[in-house]
C-alpha cells in the first residue's frame, strides 16, 4: 500500500448507525483493511473453486472496493437487522461479481461464513447470480446487465420523494456499459439529480470475449458520463484512500449523481490470473487455487512488515 | 339467460360505447387518493395511456420516463423495493413487448410489486399498423412465473380492475384495447380478481372471452338464442386461471369456444386449452388472430378482417353443435 496511515474519522465518512454493534469492531486503518482485502480474495477462491463455476477476475479485482465499502464505514447497515428501513442500498449490477459481494456480506456478519462453501450448489441462498432479498444484504436480483442501474435509479428516486437520508450505491461492470438500458438509466438519473446515487464502475478493460476496446470500444467512459450530468470521479480502485475520497465527493454533491471510475487490474492479487480476459468467466482448478491462495496469504504479513499470527 | 347476480346493463342492444383507457384513468387516480405509495410511470404517452388525470391531481408521483421502457421497467422495480406502489404505463407492444426481460427478472424474479398496464393491445393502434398492435402480449405474461395476467371487458370494468390490482400485493399486468367500445357491465358487477364471471347461462356450449370479445361472445349468444344456447364466461384473469367456474360451466355443455382479440397461440385459448387436455378434453375452436401480424386498418375494419367479432364466435358454435 502506498499509504500506511491510521484513518479515524474523516470529515466526510458517514459513520454506521451507533447501534450497530458490529460496527464497533469495524477495522479502519490501511494495514487491517488490505488484510482483509486479503482474506475476501481468498474466500472467493476458495468459493470458486468449490463451485467449479464461476466469475474470477471481475470479483478479485474489486475486492479491495468491497472491503473498503462495507469494513470503512463508507455506508450503513445493521447485520443484526438486514432489512434496516434506513439502510444504505447496495445495489449489485453487474450480477456476476457475486462471490466477493457474499464473502464481504458473510464476512460483517450478516450470514455464517461456513454458508459461502454452498456457492451454486442446490438449495443454496448463494445463487449462481443473486436473487432478491434471498439472502440478508442483497437486494436485487442481477445477472442481466443493465438491469441494476435502473433499479438504483428507481431506489434513489423513491428515496427524494420520501425525503429519506439513505443513499443508493450502485455497482457495475464496464462491459455492462455495452447494454442500452444502461444509458437510459443514466439519462434519468440526470433528469432527477440523483445526488443520492453513487455508480461505481469497474473499470478492468476486460470481458468474456476480450479486451473491452476490442469487443466493443468504450473510450472514455469518464467523459460519457460527464456528458451525461454526472460528477466523475476516477480512482486507482486499489488504492483506500482514494476511494474513500471519491465516495466522500458523492456525499457532499448535491447537485447531480456521481460516477466513480475505479481503475482496476482483474485477477488482483492473483499473478497468473491479472490482466488475462481468459479468466473473466473461469473458476480456478484445485491446483490453481493452491498457488492462488498462497500468493494471497503472503499479503497476511504486508510484505513482511507485521508478523501474522 | 343473462345472468341476474351480474347487474349487466338492461339492454345489450343499447350499450353505450366508452374507452377502456378512461375507466383506467379515473381509476388510478383514486387509486392514488387511497393509497400514497401508489407512483405511476410514463413512456411519453402520458395522454394516451390516460395517465394525465392522476399526472394532474399528484404532479409529485408523475414521472415522465422518457422513450425508455427497459429503464422504465427497472426504475418500477426499484421503487417497488423500497415499498411504493409503481404503475408502468405505455403501449402493450413496447411494455411488455420491448422491456420483457426487465418484467422477468427486475420485476416477476424479484417478486416486485409492480403494475404494468399494456394499452393500445389487440387491435387498438389500428392505422399505425402491424408493429404497434400487439397481439402476443398475454402469451408473454402468462408465462412469468407469479405474474398475475387481468383483461377487463369494459371501461366500468377497467375502472373497478384498476382499484383491485392497486390493492393486490405482487406484479400484475392488465391489457387493454384502445376504441370506444360497448360497456356491459355497471357499477354493480362485482369484480374479483381470479374468479371468472358467468354473464349468461346456457346449457349447449360455453364461450370464454376476455376484453371487447366478451360483448362480441354476448351478441352472439343473443342471436342463437332459441336455437342454441350459449353460456358466456368473462374470463378477466387469465392467470390465475378460475379453473373451478370454467371447469363447471364446460362439463356442463361438453362445447367450447374461446374468443380473445389476440393470438389464438398462448392466449386465453391457449390457457383454456391447457387446462382442458389435462382435465376435460373437450370439443374446441379458438377465435381470434391466426398466428399472424396486423396491418394499417381502422379497429374495426381489422377485426372483421382479422375475424374477431361475433361472426366467427356463431360460426365457431356451428362447427360444435
Avoid at chain 1, 443473486?130 to 446487465?145: C, D, Q, Y
Avoid at chain 2, 426504475?75 to 411494455?95: D, Q
Avoid at chain 2, 362445447?255 to 386465453?268: D, F, P, Q, T
Amino acid at each position: 500500500m502506498r499509504q500506511l496511515i491510521q484513518v479515524k474519522k474523516p470529515f466526510w465518512i458517514n459513520y454506521p448507525d451507533a447501534d450497530a454493534k458490529i460496527n464497533d469492531m469495524l477495522p479502519i486503518s490501511f494495514d487491517d483493511l488490505t488484510l482483509a482485502a486479503s482474506e475476501l480474495r481468498q474466500e472467493v477462491v476458495k468459493m470458486l473453486t468449490n463451485a467449479g463455476t464461476g466469475h474470477s477476475a471481475g470479483p478479485l479485482g474489486s475486492a479491495d472496493f468491497w472491503t473498503l465499502l462495507y469494513l470503512g464505514g463508507l455506508i450503513n447497515y445493521r447485520t443484526s437487522e438486514p432489512w434496516w428501513e434506513e439502510r444504505d442500498r447496495v445495489v449489485l449490477s453487474a450480477g456476476h461479481y457475486c462471490p466477493v459481494l457474499y464473502a464481504v456480506l458473510a464476512a460483517v456478519g450478516f450470514f455464517p461464513k461456513t454458508e459461502l462453501m454452498t456457492l451454486r450448489q442446490l438449495g443454496s441462498r448463494l445463487q449462481g447470480h443473486p436473487i432478491a432479498r434471498m439472502l440478508p444484504g442483497v437486494e436485487t436480483t442481477s445477472g442481466p446487465l443493465g438491469q441494476g442501474i435502473s433499479q438504483a435509479v428507481g431506489m434513489a428516486l423513491a428515496a427524494k420523494l420520501d425525503n429519506k437520508k439513505w443513499r443508493v450505491v450502485c455497482f457495475m461492470g464496464d462491459g455492462e456499459q455495452d447494454e442500452g438500458q444502461v444509458w437510459e438509466a443514466y439519462l434519468c438519473a440526470a433528469k432527477y439529480a440523483l445526488s443520492n446515487l453513487t455508480v461505481v464502475i469497474d473499470r478492468n478493460n476486460i470481458q468474456i470475449d476480450g479486451h473491452t476496446e476490442n469487443v466493443m470500444p468504450l473510450g472514455s467512459i469518464g467523459a460519457k458520463l460527464a456528458a451525461f450530468n454526472f460528477n466523475v470521479v476516477e480512482v486507482d480502485g486499489h488504492n483506500f484512500s482514494d476511494i474513500a475520497e471519491a465516495m466522500g465527493r458523492a456525499k457532499v454533491t448535491f447537485e447531480k449523481p456521481t460516477a466513480i471510475i475505479l481503475r482496476t487490474i482483474p485477477g488482483k492479487g492473483v499473478d497468473f490470473m491479472e490482466n488475462e480476459p481468459a479468466w473473466h468467466g473461469k473458476a480456478p482448478k484445485p491446483g490453481e487455487a493452491v498457488m492462488a491462495l498462497a500468493e494471497l496469504k503472503k499479503i497476511r504479513t504486508l510484505g513482511g512488515r507485521i508478523s501474522n499470527d | 339467460m343473462i345472468s341476474s347476480e351480474m347487474f349487466l346493463i338492461d339492454d345489450l342492444n343499447k350499450a353505450e360505447k366508452m374507452a377502456m383507457r378512461d375507466g383506467y384513468g379515473e381509476g388510478l387516480a383514486e387509486a392514488g387518493k387511497i393509497d400514497q405509495n401508489v407512483v405511476v410511470l410514463c413512456a411519453d404517452l402520458t395522454e394516451s395511456t390516460r395517465t394525465d388525470l392522476f399526472k394532474a391531481a399528484f404532479p409529485e408521483r408523475f414521472f415522465e420516463m422518457g422513450i425508455s421502457e427497459q429503464n422504465m421497467m427497472g426504475v418500477a422495480a426499484g421503487m417497488a423495493a423500497t415499498g411504493k406502489v409503481p404503475f408502468v404505463n405505455s403501449f402493450a407492444c413496447f411494455s411488455p413487448g420491448r422491456n420483457w426481460e426487465q418484467l422477468r427478472v427486475s420485476v416477476c424474479l424479484s417478486h416486485n410489486n409492480v403494475k404494468i398496464i399494456g394499452g393500445h393491445a389487440g387491435v387498438g393502434n389500428g392505422t399505425d399498423g402491424g408493429n404497434q398492435q400487439m397481439y402476443e402480449d398475454i402469451a408473454l405474461t402468462r408465462v412469468l412465473p407469479g405474474l398475475m395476467v387481468v383483461v377487463p371487458a369494459d371501461y366500468e370494468q377497467a375502472k373497478k380492475m384498476t382499484l383491485a390490482i392497486a390493492s393486490v400485493h405482487g406484479p400484475i399486468y392488465m391489457r387493454m384495447t384502445k376504441p370506444k367500445r360497448e360497456v356491459v357491465t355497471t357499477k354493480g358487477t362485482p369484480l374479483t380478481i381470479g374468479k371468472a364471471q358467468v354473464l349468461r347461462h346456457g346449457k349447449d356450449v360455453t364461450v370464454v372471452a376476455c376484453g371487447a370479445m366478451v360483448y362480441e361472445a354476448l351478441m352472439a349468444a343473443e342471436e342463437l338464442s332459441g336455437k342454441v344456447e350459449v353460456e358466456v364466461v368473462n374470463v378477466h384473469t387469465i392467470k390465475p386461471l378460475d379453473k373451478e367456474t370454467i371447469l363447471a360451466s364446460i362439463s356442463k355443455t361438453g362445447r367450447v369456444v374461446a374468443a380473445e382479440e389476440h393470438s389464438v397461440i398462448g392466449g386465453l385459448g391457449g390457457a383454456i386449452a391447457e387446462l382442458l387436455a389435462e382435465e376435460l378434453p373437450t370439443k374446441m375452436r379458438r377465435v381470434g388472430m391466426k398466428d399472424r401480424f396486423g396491418e394499417s386498418g381502422e379497429p374495426e375494419e381489422l377485426m372483421v378482417k382479422f375475424g374477431m367479432t361475433r361472426r366467427e364466435i356463431i360460426l365457431a358454435i356451428s362447427e360444435l353443435v
